[in-house]
C-alpha cells in the first residue's frame, strides 16, 4: 500500500512530523499536547460533532475540528487562547443547561467525562439558564439502563455498536435538541432484537447516560482494560481490510 | 437527430398556425391552488364543448403552462395571437384574477378579436418590463408537459450540440467564461466545480446531483422552475454528466413539492424515449441515467453533505469538509452537485456562448438571478432581473411598493443563513459581495419586503425559531444554541430582557456561528446580527433595567 506523504508543521510551535493521514488530534497526542475531546474515541470513526476540539490556524479566523482535520505543509496549529477556552466552556455549558445533570445523584459521579472537562477546563459556572427537559429513563434491559437525562449526544454508543460489535442496535432519531438515541426501531432498550447484551455502549459512554444496573452514586466505573481493547479491535480490522 | 428535432418543431408551428389565439393557463402550484386547473378545463369546456348548429370551429385553442410570473393575481391566462409568434412578453395579453365563469368571456371577446378589459393585467409595468429571462424563458409559454413543446422552443439542442460537436472540456471551457456562479445561495464558480470534479480520477465512477430541495421560508424559485420547465434541468445535467465524466444523476427533490416531482417523473421518462437521456445519448456513446429521490422534510438536506448522506439512505446530517463532494461524495466517488437554478442557466449559455451571458449582470456576478418576491410588497411573484439591479429598483419598481400604503422597511434575503437590509440601504446593487458586504448573502433567490408594521426582534425570533427546529443535533453549538438564542430572543420581546441578556446574545452569536459545523449552524445567527447591526434601538427599546418579577415567575413556574 502506498503510505501518506510526509510533512512537518507546528502545534503550538512545536515542530512536529507526520504523515499527511494523521488527524491534527493524533499528531497533537502523539506528542503530548493536550486537546479536550468528549464525541472522539480512539478505535472509533471521527463524529466531529461536540467542537470542545476546535483550534486556531494561522492565517485564518476559521476554527477546525483537530479530530477530523489533517494537517498541510507548513501549517501552524494553536491548540489553546482565550478565545479558544472561553469557547471549550461555553461548549460545556450548554452541554450542561441542555440535560438534566446533577452530578450528587449520578451512578458516574467521578466517572464522568463531562464532569472531568468541566473541572478541567474551569467551567464553574453555566451562564445560560438550565432548559430543564422531561426526559425518560429506559430500565427495559435486564443488564443496563438508559437515562436520556444525562445523555450529551457524542454517538459513541452508536459508533461501537455498529463499527465493533456489528449489531447497529444505537441510533438517532429527531432533531436538535429533540434528537434521542434510541434502540432498534424506537423500541425499549429490552425489546431490542438486535441487542446482544455486550455492554460495549455502557463502556464508551463518556457520562452515565448508559450504566450498569446495579451501580448507585458513584459506582460506576469503566473497565480500564477496555478502551486498549478497543483500538486494538478497530486495528486488526483495518489490517483486515488492507 | 437534428432532422428529428426539426420534424417536431414543424408539427408544434402546424398545430399553433390552425388557430388564431392560443390561451396559455398558468398550472404552477400557486395558480393551481387557486383552481387553474378548472379554469383550464372550462376554456377547454368552451372550445371542444357541443356548440349551435352550423357556427365556425373556435379560432382559439387553450393549454396549460408555466408560471406566469405575477403569482398574487392568479389565477393568470395569456392570450397570444397567432402572428404574433413567437411571442415576448409585451405583444401579448394577460388576464388576472381569472375565475371559471370568465372563462366563455374570455373565448368570446377574442373570437371576435376584443379582449375583456376589467380583468386585463397590464403588462407595460416595471414588473414585466424589467425583467430579463434567462432561466425563465420558457415559463408562461410552453406547457411543461409535453416535450415536443420545449423542443419546439430550442431545447436539448444545446445538448445535442455539446455531445456532437464539443469536447468536455470545451464545455466546461465554456462555463469557466460564463462567470456563472453557484445559484443555490453559497455563490463558488460553477465552472471551477466542474472542473474540480472532471479532474478527479477518470476511472472512477462520479456522479451529478440537483439540490432541488428548497427550504428557505418565501423561497419559491426552484419549486416554479421544476414545475414550469422540467425538461430544462433533465437538459443541464445531462450536459454537465458529459462534462465531467459521469453517467448517473441525482435529483434530490424535497417531498413538499408532489407537482415538480410528478412532471419531472413525466418529463424524465418523455427524455428517455426521445434519446435524449439513457443510453446512447442522441446516438453517442455518451450513457447518462437520472433518479429522482424525495426529501423527507428535513432543512438540513439542502447542506450538500447531509443531502448525500441522505441519498445514500443516511440519516441526513452534515460531515465537516473538506474533503469536499468534488472529491469525496455520494458512495465515496467524485460527485457535482449544483442547485436547479444553476442547472437551469446551462443550455442557455451553451446554446448561446459562455460571453453572451458574462455580458449580462455585473463585474463579479454575472447573469441574471430568479428570486421569489414575497412579503408586504403590492406585486408578489417570481421574477428574474439581471444581477446588478439596486434593491430600490426590485422593491419600488418590479414590486410596486406595499399595498398596505406602509413604507417598506427592510428586506430580508437568503432565508434563515441570511440577513435584513435596511431601506436605507436599498441603493446596494444586487450581486454577490455588495450583499455580503452588508451581512447578508445572495442565498438562492428568496427576497421577503418587510413595511413598519414588522418588528425586527420579531423577525430575528422568527428565523431562529426556524433554524431552531432544523438543527440537524449533531454538533452541540448549533443543536444547543440555537435553543439558547430563541429563548434570548423571547424573552427581549417580550420585555424581560436585560443590558446583560443582550451582551449574552451578542456572545452567544458569534460563538455559534464560528464553532459550529456546517452551514446551517455557522450561519444561523446573520438574522440576529444584521437586524442588531441595523435596527439595534429596536432590540434596546425592549430591555428593561430590571427583570420584572422574573424571580417570582420562576418560582411559579
Redesign the interface.
Known amino acids: 500500500m502506498k503510505r501518506a506523504r510526509v510533512i512537518t508543521f507546528k502545534i503550538d510551535g512545536q515542530d512536529i512530523g507526520a504523515h499527511e493521514d494523521e488527524t491534527i488530534l493524533e499528531l497533537a497526542r502523539q506528542n503530548g499536547i493536550y486537546i479536550p475531546t468528549l464525541c472522539f474515541l480512539e478505535g472509533l470513526s471521527q463524529y466531529g460533532g461536540c467542537r470542545l476540539c476546535v483550534v486556531e490556524v494561522k492565517g485564518t479566523d476559521r476554527l477546525f475540528p483537530a479530530c477530523t482535520t489533517y494537517p498541510i505543509e507548513g501549517m501552524e496549529v494553536f491548540t489553546d487562547s482565550d478565545r479558544l477556552h472561553g469557547y471549550r466552556q461555553d461548549i460545556l455549558q450548554f452541554l450542561f443547561s441542555e440535560r438534566n445533570h446533577v452530578c450528587s445523584v449520578c451512578v458516574s459521579n467521578g466517572n464522568c467525562e463531562l464532569q472531568g472537562l468541566a473541572f478541567s477546563t474551569g467551567m464553574d459556572h453555566v451562564e445560560v439558564p438550565y432548559l430543564n427537559p422531561q426526559l425518560d429513563v429506559d430500565a427495559s434491559h435486564p443488564l443496563f439502563g438508559l437515562d436520556h437525562n444525562r445523555c450529551v449526544m457524542c454517538t459513541r454508543c452508536v459508533r461501537v455498536c455498529d463499527e465493533i460489535e456489528g449489531a447497529h442496535t444505537w441510533d438517532v432519531v429527531g432533531r436538535g435538541a429533540d434528537a434521542r438515541i434510541v434502540a432498534d426501531l424506537n423500541q425499549p432498550w429490552g425489546e431490542a432484537a438486535s441487542c446482544t447484551s455486550c455492554g460495549k455502549c455502557v463502556q464508551v459512554c463518556p457520562t452515565g447516560a448508559l450504566f450498569r444496573k446495579g451501580a448507585s452514586v458513584a459506582e460506576m466505573r469503566k473497565q480500564a482494560t477496555f478502551l486498549p481493547y478497543l483500538s486494538q479491535m478497530r486495528a486488526g480490522w483495518q489490517n483486515e481490510e488492507k | 437527430m437534428i432532422d428529428r428535432f426539426e420534424k417536431i418543431k414543424r408539427k408544434e408551428r402546424e398545430a399553433a398556425a390552425g388557430v388564431d389565439y392560443t390561451i396559455g393557463v398558468c398550472v404552477a402550484a400557486s395558480c393551481l391552488s387557486l383552481q387553474g386547473d378548472k379554469v383550464l378545463d372550462a376554456f377547454q369546456e368552451g372550445i371542444e364543448g357541443p356548440k349551435e348548429e352550423g357556427s365556425p370551429p373556435s379560432r382559439c385553442r387553450a393549454k396549460g403552462v408555466g408560471c406566469l410570473g405575477l403569482c398574487s393575481r392568479g389565477p393568470l391566462v395569456s392570450v397570444t395571437k397567432q402572428q404574433d409568434q413567437p411571442a415576448d412578453d409585451q405583444s401579448r395579453v394577460l388576464y388576472q384574477d381569472v375565475t371559471v365563469d370568465d372563462a366563455p368571456r374570455i373565448l368570446e371577446a377574442h373570437e371576435a378579436d376584443k379582449t375583456v378589459p376589467d380583468i386585463l393585467c397590464p403588462t407595460d409595468t416595471p414588473f414585466f418590463e424589467r425583467q430579463i429571462k434567462i432561466v425563465l424563458e420558457n415559463s408562461g409559454k410552453i406547457d411543461p408537459t409535453r416535450i415536443e413543446e420545449y423542443i419546439a422552443a430550442d431545447g436539448y439542442h444545446a445538448l445535442l450540440e455539446a455531445v456532437t460537436e464539443m469536447t468536455p472540456n470545451q464545455v466546461i471551457d465554456e462555463i469557466v467564461r460564463s462567470g456563472l456562479r453557484g445559484r443555490g445561495g453559497g455563490g463558488y464558480p460553477t465552472g471551477l466545480k466542474w472542473t474540480t470534479v472532471a479532474k478527479a480520477q477518470e476511472e472512477k465512477v462520479k456522479y451529478v446531483i440537483c439540490n432541488a430541495d428548497e427550504g428557505d421560508p418565501g423561497a419559491f424559485m426552484d419549486r416554479s422552475v421544476l414545475e414550469s420547465d422540467p425538461h430544462r434541468i433533465i437538459e443541464g445535467m445531462t450536459i454537465a454528466g458529459y462534462a465531467v465524466g459521469a453517467s448517473r444523476g441525482y435529483i434530490y427533490v424535497r417531498g413538499e413539492y408532489p407537482l415538480a416531482i410528478g412532471r419531472l417523473k413525466k418529463a424524465i421518462n418523455q427524455a428517455r424515449r426521445q434519446n435524449v437521456l439513457g443510453n446512447g445519448i442522441c446516438g453517442t456513446t455518451f450513457n447518462f441515467q437520472i433518479e429522482i429521490r424525495l426529501g423527507a422534510g428535513?432543512f438540513?438536506c439542502g447542506e450538500e453533505t447531509a443531502l448525500i448522506a441522505s441519498i445514500e439512505g443516511k440519516?441526513g446530517q452534515p460531515?465537516?469538509r473538506p474533503p469536499y463532494p468534488a472529491e469525496l461524495g455520494l458512495w465515496h466517488e467524485p460527485t457535482l452537485i449544483n442547485n436547479v437554478e444553476t442547472f437551469a442557466n446551462i443550455a442557455p449559455i451553451i446554446r448561446n456562448g459562455g460571453d453572451w451571458f458574462a455580458s449580462y449582470g455585473t463585474a463579479t456576478s454575472n447573469g441574471t438571478k430568479v428570486f421569489a418576491l414575497a412579503g408586504s410588497v403590492a406585486k408578489n411573484g417570481l421574477i428574474e432581473v439581471p444581477m446588478g439591479i439596486t434593491l430600490h429598483e426590485i422593491v419600488e419598481e418590479l414590486g410596486g411598493g406595499t399595498a398596505n400604503g406602509h413604507q417598506i422597511k427592510a428586506v430580508q434575503t437568503g432565508g434563515p443563513s441570511g440577513g435584513c437590509i435596511p431601506a436605507s440601504y436599498f441603493e446596494t446593487p444586487v450581486d454577490y459581495e455588495s450583499l455580503k458586504k452588508l451581512g447578508s448573502i445572495m442565498g438562492s433567490g428568496g427576497l421577503i419586503t418587510m413595511d413598519e408594521t414588522s418588528n425586527m426582534v420579531d423577525v430575528a425570533r422568527y428565523f431562529m425559531e426556524f433554524c431552531?427546529?432544523?438543527?440537524?443535533?449533531?454538533?452541540?453549538?448549533?443543536?444547543?444554541?440555537?435553543?439558547?438564542l430563541h429563548?434570548l430572543l423571547d424573552k427581549i420581546y417580550n420585555g424581560k430582557a436585560t443590558h446583560k441578556d443582550l451582551a449574552?446574545l451578542e456572545r452567544?452569536c458569534s460563538?455559534v456561528s464560528?464553532?459550529?459545523?456546517c452551514g446551517l449552524g455557522q450561519a444561523a445567527p446573520n438574522p440576529i446580527r444584521s437586524t442588531l447591526r441595523f435596527f439595534r434601538e429596536e432590540y434596546l427599546d425592549l430591555l428593561v433595567d430590571e427583570p420584572v418579577h422574573a424571580i417570582s415567575e420562576e418560582v411559579a413556574a
Open positions: 428535513a438540513v440519516r460531515r465537516p431552531m427546529a432544523e438543527s440537524c443535533g449533531k454538533c452541540v453549538p448549533c443543536r444547543v444554541g440555537t435553543v439558547h429563548n449574552l452567544l460563538f464560528e464553532t459550529s459545523l
